[in-house]
Protein backbone atom coordinates (compact mmCIF):
# COMPACT_ATOMS: atom_id res chain seq x y z
CA UNK A 1 0.00 0.00 0.00
CA UNK A 2 3.16 2.50 -0.06
CA UNK A 3 2.69 3.13 -3.88
CA UNK A 4 2.00 6.61 -4.84
CA UNK A 5 -1.72 6.81 -5.39
CA UNK A 6 -3.11 9.64 -7.91
CA UNK A 7 -5.75 11.69 -6.87
CA UNK A 8 -5.62 10.90 -3.22
CA UNK A 9 -5.92 14.34 -1.76
CA UNK A 10 -3.21 17.21 -1.15
CA UNK A 11 -3.21 17.88 2.50
CA UNK A 12 -0.65 17.51 4.70
CA UNK A 13 1.55 14.67 5.09
CA UNK A 14 2.43 12.84 8.10
CA UNK A 15 0.54 10.55 10.50
CA UNK A 16 -3.27 10.41 10.95
CA UNK A 17 -5.64 8.72 12.50
CA UNK A 18 -9.10 7.26 11.65
CA UNK A 19 -11.20 5.91 14.02
CA UNK A 20 -15.26 4.43 12.87
CA UNK A 21 -17.78 2.01 14.16
CA UNK A 22 -20.40 0.76 11.26
CA UNK A 23 -23.68 0.03 10.82
CA UNK A 24 -22.97 -3.18 12.57
CA UNK A 25 -21.39 -1.48 15.50
CA UNK A 26 -19.36 -5.29 16.04
CA UNK A 27 -16.34 -2.76 16.95
CA UNK A 28 -14.49 0.31 16.90
CA UNK A 29 -11.92 0.05 14.03
CA UNK A 30 -8.92 2.67 14.60
CA UNK A 31 -6.43 2.77 11.90
CA UNK A 32 -3.12 4.85 11.56
CA UNK A 33 -1.97 5.83 8.63
CA UNK A 34 0.75 7.62 6.67
CA UNK A 35 0.23 9.88 3.96
CA UNK A 36 3.70 10.84 2.01
CA UNK A 37 3.49 14.06 -1.14
CA UNK A 38 5.29 11.76 -3.85
CA UNK A 39 5.59 13.30 -7.87
CA UNK A 40 3.17 11.03 -8.68
CA UNK A 41 0.78 11.29 -6.39
CA UNK A 42 0.24 10.23 -2.42
CA UNK A 43 1.65 7.45 -0.92
CA UNK A 44 -0.77 5.89 1.52
CA UNK A 45 0.29 3.61 4.03
CA UNK A 46 -1.54 1.39 6.77
CA UNK A 47 1.09 1.45 9.58
CA UNK A 48 -1.16 0.10 12.53
CA UNK A 49 -5.05 -1.33 12.38
CA UNK A 50 -7.06 -2.43 14.97
CA UNK A 51 -10.62 -3.40 16.24
CA UNK A 52 -11.36 -2.29 19.71
CA UNK A 53 -14.66 -4.11 21.37
CA UNK A 54 -17.77 -1.78 22.55
CA UNK A 55 -18.67 -2.07 25.95
CA UNK A 56 -22.18 -4.71 25.56
CA UNK A 57 -24.50 -2.98 27.10
CA UNK A 58 -23.62 -0.07 25.53
CA UNK A 59 -23.28 -2.09 22.28
CA UNK A 60 -26.81 -3.58 22.83
CA UNK A 61 -27.94 0.24 23.37
CA UNK A 62 -26.47 2.01 20.41
CA UNK A 63 -27.80 -1.16 18.07
CA UNK A 64 -31.38 -0.79 19.54
CA UNK A 65 -31.51 3.21 18.91
CA UNK A 66 -29.97 2.52 15.11
CA UNK A 67 -33.03 0.37 14.64
CA UNK A 68 -35.61 3.62 15.63
CA UNK A 69 -35.99 3.32 19.14
CA UNK A 70 -36.43 5.93 20.98
CA UNK A 71 -34.27 7.82 23.61
CA UNK A 72 -34.38 10.80 26.23
CA UNK A 73 -32.45 14.07 25.56
CA UNK A 74 -30.46 12.97 28.89
CA UNK A 75 -29.99 9.82 27.44
CA UNK A 76 -28.71 10.96 24.03
CA UNK A 77 -26.23 13.31 26.04
CA UNK A 78 -24.84 10.46 27.89
CA UNK A 79 -24.61 8.19 25.10
CA UNK A 80 -22.60 11.36 23.01
CA UNK A 81 -20.31 10.94 26.34
CA UNK A 82 -19.62 7.20 26.24
CA UNK A 83 -18.87 6.97 22.71
CA UNK A 84 -16.69 9.52 22.47
CA UNK A 85 -14.59 7.95 25.63
CA UNK A 86 -14.81 4.64 23.47
CA UNK A 87 -13.50 5.88 20.63
CA UNK A 88 -10.71 8.26 22.96
CA UNK A 89 -9.52 5.11 24.37
CA UNK A 90 -9.55 2.98 21.30
CA UNK A 91 -7.17 5.43 19.80
CA UNK A 92 -4.87 5.64 22.62
CA UNK A 93 -4.77 2.02 22.87
CA UNK A 94 -3.66 1.94 19.36
CA UNK A 95 -1.24 4.42 19.67
CA UNK A 96 0.51 3.02 22.56
CA UNK A 97 0.25 -0.48 20.62
CA UNK A 98 2.63 1.25 17.40
CA UNK A 99 4.84 3.15 19.87
CA UNK A 100 3.71 6.98 18.66
CA UNK A 101 3.30 10.00 20.89
CA UNK A 102 0.28 11.21 20.17
CA UNK A 103 2.53 14.34 19.21
CA UNK A 104 3.36 12.96 16.29
CA UNK A 105 -0.14 12.62 15.28
CA UNK A 106 -1.64 15.33 12.72
CA UNK A 107 -5.15 14.79 13.16
CA UNK A 108 -7.79 12.05 14.45
CA UNK A 109 -10.50 11.70 11.81
CA UNK A 110 -13.64 10.13 14.19
CA UNK A 111 -16.78 9.25 12.14
CA UNK A 112 -18.84 8.28 15.30
CA UNK A 113 -21.61 5.96 15.49
CA UNK A 114 -24.46 6.54 13.38
CA UNK A 115 -27.64 6.35 15.39
CA UNK A 116 -30.23 7.70 12.88
CA UNK A 117 -29.66 8.24 8.72
CA UNK A 118 -32.66 10.42 6.81
CA UNK A 119 -31.30 11.79 4.29
CA UNK A 120 -34.69 12.29 2.65
CA UNK A 121 -35.88 12.92 6.02
CA UNK A 122 -37.88 11.71 9.17
CA UNK A 123 -40.99 10.90 6.80
CA UNK A 124 -38.95 9.92 3.66
CA UNK A 125 -40.54 13.71 1.60
CA UNK A 126 -37.50 15.22 1.46
CA UNK A 127 -38.10 17.77 4.43
CA UNK A 128 -35.45 18.69 7.13
CA UNK A 129 -32.91 15.58 5.91
CA UNK A 130 -30.76 14.46 8.65
CA UNK A 131 -28.13 12.28 9.61
CA UNK A 132 -26.68 11.83 13.02
CA UNK A 133 -23.53 10.60 14.65
CA UNK A 134 -22.63 10.26 18.11
CA UNK A 135 -19.21 10.78 19.46
CA UNK A 136 -18.58 14.35 21.06
CA UNK A 137 -15.18 15.63 18.83
CA UNK A 138 -14.66 17.96 21.81
CA UNK A 139 -13.76 14.86 24.23
CA UNK A 140 -11.92 12.85 21.73
CA UNK A 141 -9.74 15.95 21.73
CA UNK A 142 -9.70 16.93 25.17
CA UNK A 143 -8.73 13.04 26.24
CA UNK A 144 -5.93 12.40 23.37
CA UNK A 145 -4.62 15.64 23.19
CA UNK A 146 -5.24 15.86 19.36
CA UNK A 147 -7.09 17.68 16.87
CA UNK A 148 -9.58 15.61 16.19
CA UNK A 149 -12.53 16.06 13.36
CA UNK A 150 -15.59 14.99 13.22
CA UNK A 151 -18.93 15.44 12.53
CA UNK A 152 -18.54 14.61 8.42
CA UNK A 153 -21.81 13.61 6.74
CA UNK A 154 -24.03 16.33 8.14
CA UNK A 155 -22.31 19.08 5.27
CA UNK A 156 -22.81 17.07 2.37
CA UNK A 157 -26.36 16.76 3.72
CA UNK A 158 -26.54 20.45 4.13
CA UNK A 159 -25.83 20.94 0.63
CA UNK A 160 -28.67 18.17 -0.52
CA UNK A 161 -26.35 15.22 -0.53
CA UNK A 162 -26.67 11.89 1.54
CA UNK A 163 -23.82 12.25 3.28
CA UNK A 164 -23.10 8.94 2.22
CA UNK A 165 -20.77 6.68 1.20
CA UNK A 166 -17.88 9.39 1.50
CA UNK A 167 -15.21 6.64 0.89
CA UNK A 168 -15.25 6.72 -3.00
CA UNK A 169 -12.66 8.82 -3.62
CA UNK A 170 -10.20 7.10 -1.23
CA UNK A 171 -10.93 4.08 -2.98
CA UNK A 172 -10.31 5.56 -6.30
CA UNK A 173 -6.95 6.95 -5.08
CA UNK A 174 -5.92 3.00 -3.84
CA UNK A 175 -7.91 0.63 -6.52
CA UNK A 176 -8.77 2.28 -10.07
CA UNK A 177 -7.24 1.20 -12.81
CA UNK A 178 -7.25 2.62 -16.15
CA UNK A 179 -6.83 -0.83 -17.95
CA UNK A 180 -10.46 -1.98 -16.79
CA UNK A 181 -14.00 -1.09 -15.16
CA UNK A 182 -13.81 -2.12 -11.24
CA UNK A 183 -15.97 -1.68 -8.55
CA UNK A 184 -15.21 -1.62 -4.77
CA UNK A 185 -17.61 -3.39 -2.57
CA UNK A 186 -17.82 -2.85 1.32
CA UNK A 187 -19.28 -5.14 2.79
CA UNK A 188 -19.87 -3.82 6.12
CA UNK A 189 -23.85 -3.89 8.52
CA UNK A 190 -24.77 -1.99 4.84
CA UNK A 191 -23.39 -2.85 1.51
CA UNK A 192 -22.17 -0.28 -0.56
CA UNK A 193 -20.66 0.33 -4.34
CA UNK A 194 -18.00 2.18 -5.47
CA UNK A 195 -18.09 2.09 -9.42
CA UNK A 196 -14.42 2.93 -10.56
CA UNK A 197 -14.72 2.61 -14.43
CA UNK A 198 -11.51 3.27 -16.85
CA UNK A 199 -12.70 6.39 -17.74
CA UNK A 200 -15.50 8.60 -16.45
CA UNK A 201 -16.64 9.88 -13.54
CA UNK A 202 -16.25 7.64 -9.91
CA UNK A 203 -19.64 6.88 -8.73
CA UNK A 204 -21.08 4.67 -5.49
CA UNK A 205 -24.29 4.21 -3.49
CA UNK A 206 -25.83 1.62 -0.75
CA UNK A 207 -27.03 -1.06 -2.25
CA UNK A 208 -28.74 -2.75 0.83
CA UNK A 209 -28.32 -4.48 4.00
CA UNK A 210 -25.05 -7.04 4.74
CA UNK A 211 -24.06 -7.84 7.45
CA UNK A 212 -26.75 -6.05 10.02
CA UNK A 213 -28.90 -8.56 9.22
CA UNK A 214 -27.07 -11.62 8.97
CA UNK A 215 -25.39 -10.74 12.33
CA UNK A 216 -28.94 -10.01 13.90
CA UNK A 217 -30.40 -12.89 12.45
CA UNK A 218 -27.52 -14.61 13.49
CA UNK A 219 -27.29 -13.75 16.90
CA UNK A 220 -31.11 -14.46 17.49
CA UNK A 221 -30.94 -18.21 16.69
CA UNK A 222 -27.06 -19.19 17.66
CA UNK A 223 -26.13 -16.88 19.90
CA UNK A 224 -23.54 -15.90 18.15
CA UNK A 225 -22.44 -12.47 17.46
CA UNK A 226 -21.85 -12.97 13.66
CA UNK A 227 -21.93 -15.95 10.93
CA UNK A 228 -18.41 -17.11 11.00
CA UNK A 229 -17.33 -18.32 7.59
CA UNK A 230 -21.08 -18.40 6.56
CA UNK A 231 -21.10 -21.75 8.71
CA UNK A 232 -25.16 -21.30 9.59
CA UNK A 233 -26.07 -19.69 6.21
CA UNK A 234 -24.74 -22.67 4.84
CA UNK A 235 -26.77 -25.25 6.62
CA UNK A 236 -30.03 -24.08 5.44
CA UNK A 237 -31.29 -23.68 1.64
CA UNK A 238 -32.75 -20.63 -0.58
CA UNK A 239 -36.41 -19.95 0.25
CA UNK A 240 -37.43 -18.29 -3.31
CA UNK A 241 -40.47 -17.08 -2.18
CA UNK A 242 -39.10 -15.14 1.18
CA UNK A 243 -36.62 -13.62 -1.34
CA UNK A 244 -38.92 -12.44 -3.52
CA UNK A 245 -40.77 -10.60 -0.58
CA UNK A 246 -38.19 -9.07 0.76
CA UNK A 247 -36.99 -7.98 -2.67
CA UNK A 248 -39.97 -6.15 -3.46
CA UNK A 249 -38.73 -3.48 -0.76
CA UNK A 250 -39.30 -0.17 -2.54
CA UNK A 251 -36.45 1.12 -1.40
CA UNK A 252 -34.22 -1.97 -3.52
CA UNK A 253 -35.21 0.31 -6.91
CA UNK A 254 -34.72 3.91 -6.23
CA UNK A 255 -31.79 5.06 -8.85
CA UNK A 256 -28.62 6.43 -7.02
CA UNK A 257 -27.56 8.48 -5.32
CA UNK A 258 -29.21 6.62 -2.51
CA UNK A 259 -27.90 5.28 1.14
CA UNK A 260 -29.53 3.38 3.94
CA UNK A 261 -28.92 2.38 7.16
CA UNK A 262 -30.09 0.05 10.15
CA UNK A 263 -33.36 2.80 10.86
CA UNK A 264 -34.34 0.70 7.44
CA UNK A 265 -33.14 -2.33 7.39
CA UNK A 266 -33.65 -4.20 11.06
CA UNK A 267 -35.10 -7.57 12.12
CA UNK A 268 -38.68 -6.24 12.62
CA UNK A 269 -38.49 -5.24 9.07
CA UNK A 270 -37.61 -8.97 8.34
CA UNK A 271 -40.29 -9.97 10.73
CA UNK A 272 -42.99 -8.81 8.86
CA UNK A 273 -42.09 -10.49 5.57
CA UNK A 274 -42.11 -13.77 7.32
CA UNK A 275 -44.68 -16.77 7.33
CA UNK A 276 -43.88 -17.83 10.40
CA UNK A 277 -42.81 -21.67 9.44
CA UNK A 278 -39.32 -20.54 7.96
CA UNK A 279 -36.49 -22.68 9.14
CA UNK A 280 -33.70 -20.59 10.51
CA UNK A 281 -30.94 -21.42 8.81
CA UNK A 282 -33.21 -20.91 5.28
CA UNK A 283 -33.43 -17.20 6.31
CA UNK A 284 -30.30 -16.80 6.76
CA UNK A 285 -29.28 -18.42 3.33
CA UNK A 286 -31.82 -16.19 2.48
CA UNK A 287 -30.69 -12.79 3.78
CA UNK A 288 -27.39 -14.17 2.06
CA UNK A 289 -28.33 -14.39 -1.08
CA UNK A 290 -30.18 -10.93 -0.94
CA UNK A 291 -27.29 -9.18 0.04
CA UNK A 292 -25.40 -10.76 -3.06
CA UNK A 293 -28.47 -10.32 -5.49
CA UNK A 294 -28.74 -6.65 -4.38
CA UNK A 295 -25.42 -6.10 -5.32
CA UNK A 296 -24.96 -7.88 -8.15
CA UNK A 297 -28.55 -6.42 -9.91
CA UNK A 298 -27.03 -2.89 -8.93
CA UNK A 299 -23.67 -3.61 -10.42
CA UNK A 300 -25.22 -5.02 -13.79
CA UNK A 301 -27.62 -1.48 -13.87
CA UNK A 302 -25.21 0.84 -13.46
CA UNK A 303 -21.60 -0.39 -14.21
CA UNK A 304 -22.46 -3.91 -17.04
CA UNK A 305 -19.00 -4.11 -17.86
CA UNK A 306 -17.20 -4.45 -14.48
CA UNK A 307 -14.64 -7.06 -14.70
CA UNK A 308 -13.22 -6.84 -11.41
CA UNK A 309 -15.18 -6.68 -8.31
CA UNK A 310 -12.92 -5.45 -5.05
CA UNK A 311 -14.28 -6.57 -1.52
CA UNK A 312 -13.33 -5.45 1.90
CA UNK A 313 -15.05 -4.88 5.20
CA UNK A 314 -16.33 -8.22 7.52
CA UNK A 315 -18.48 -9.52 4.45
CA UNK A 316 -14.86 -10.33 2.72
CA UNK A 317 -14.86 -13.42 5.43
CA UNK A 318 -17.81 -14.74 4.23
CA UNK A 319 -16.45 -17.10 1.62
CA UNK A 320 -20.10 -18.46 1.40
CA UNK A 321 -21.31 -14.77 0.60
CA UNK A 322 -18.20 -14.22 -1.96
CA UNK A 323 -19.38 -17.46 -3.79
CA UNK A 324 -22.40 -16.36 -4.32
CA UNK A 325 -21.75 -12.93 -5.42
CA UNK A 326 -19.28 -14.42 -7.82
CA UNK A 327 -22.40 -16.41 -9.52
CA UNK A 328 -24.14 -13.59 -10.03
CA UNK A 329 -20.97 -12.07 -11.26
CA UNK A 330 -19.68 -14.35 -13.78
CA UNK A 331 -18.30 -11.92 -15.91
CA UNK A 332 -16.07 -10.42 -13.13
CA UNK A 333 -13.12 -11.64 -10.53
CA UNK A 334 -14.51 -11.14 -7.42
CA UNK A 335 -11.42 -10.82 -4.51
CA UNK A 336 -10.53 -9.31 -1.96
CA UNK A 337 -8.76 -5.68 -1.88
CA UNK A 338 -5.72 -7.80 -0.10
CA UNK A 339 -5.01 -8.94 -3.20
CA UNK A 340 -4.44 -5.03 -4.26
CA UNK A 341 -2.04 -4.50 -1.15
CA UNK A 342 -4.84 -2.77 1.03
CA UNK A 343 -6.13 -4.32 4.47
CA UNK A 344 -9.67 -5.39 3.54
CA UNK A 345 -10.69 -4.64 7.29
CA UNK A 346 -9.44 -1.25 7.67
CA UNK A 347 -9.99 0.47 4.48
CA UNK A 348 -12.79 2.35 6.55
CA UNK A 349 -10.99 3.73 9.34
CA UNK A 350 -8.10 4.27 6.86
CA UNK A 351 -11.01 6.79 5.25
CA UNK A 352 -11.83 8.74 7.88
CA UNK A 353 -8.15 9.56 8.28
CA UNK A 354 -7.78 10.55 5.00
CA UNK A 355 -11.03 12.65 5.39
CA UNK A 356 -9.20 14.17 8.51
CA UNK A 357 -6.37 15.14 6.73
CA UNK A 358 -8.77 16.59 3.51
CA UNK A 359 -10.35 18.52 6.11
CA UNK A 360 -7.23 20.01 7.51
CA UNK A 361 -5.79 21.08 4.21
CA UNK A 362 -9.54 22.58 3.18
CA UNK A 363 -9.98 20.16 0.48
CA UNK A 364 -13.43 18.50 -0.29
CA UNK A 365 -14.23 15.14 1.27
CA UNK A 366 -17.20 14.27 -1.04
CA UNK A 367 -17.94 13.62 -4.08
CA UNK A 368 -21.36 14.77 -5.97
CA UNK A 369 -20.88 11.97 -8.45
CA UNK A 370 -21.79 9.93 -5.69
CA UNK A 371 -23.62 12.11 -2.50
CA UNK A 372 -25.77 14.08 -4.84
CA UNK A 373 -24.77 17.11 -3.16
CA UNK A 374 -24.32 20.63 -5.15
CA UNK A 375 -20.73 20.91 -5.05
CA UNK A 376 -17.87 19.70 -3.36
CA UNK A 377 -18.05 20.54 0.14
CA UNK A 378 -15.23 20.37 2.95
CA UNK A 379 -16.64 17.85 5.49
CA UNK A 380 -16.55 17.88 9.44
CA UNK A 381 -15.70 20.46 12.51
CA UNK A 382 -12.37 20.26 13.75
CA UNK A 383 -11.79 19.92 17.82
CA UNK A 384 -7.95 21.49 18.35
CA UNK A 385 -5.99 18.71 20.53
CA UNK A 386 -5.24 19.79 24.21
Known amino acids: MGRPQPGAGGGADGLYLGLISGTSADGIDAALVEFASEARGTATRLRLGRTYPWDEALRARLIALGQGGEASLDELGTLDVRVAEAFADAAL???????????????????????????LGARFDGEAPFTWQLGDGNLIAERTGIATVADFRRRDVAAGGHGAPLLPALHAALLHDGGEDRAALNLGGIANLTLLPAAGAVRGFDTGP???????????????????????????RIDEALLARLLEEPWFALPPPKSTGREQFHLDWLQARLRGEEAPADVQATLLELTAATVAGALRAQQPDTRRVLVCGGGVHNPLLLRRLAAHLPQAAVVSTAAFGVDPDFVEAMGFAWLARQTLAGLPG??????????????????PGA
Do not use: K, M
Open 93 to 119: ALLAEAGIAPAEVRAIGSHGQTVRHRP
Open 366 to 383: NLPSVTGARGPRVLGAVY
Open 210 to 236: ANCLLDAWCARHTGRAYDAGGAFAAQG
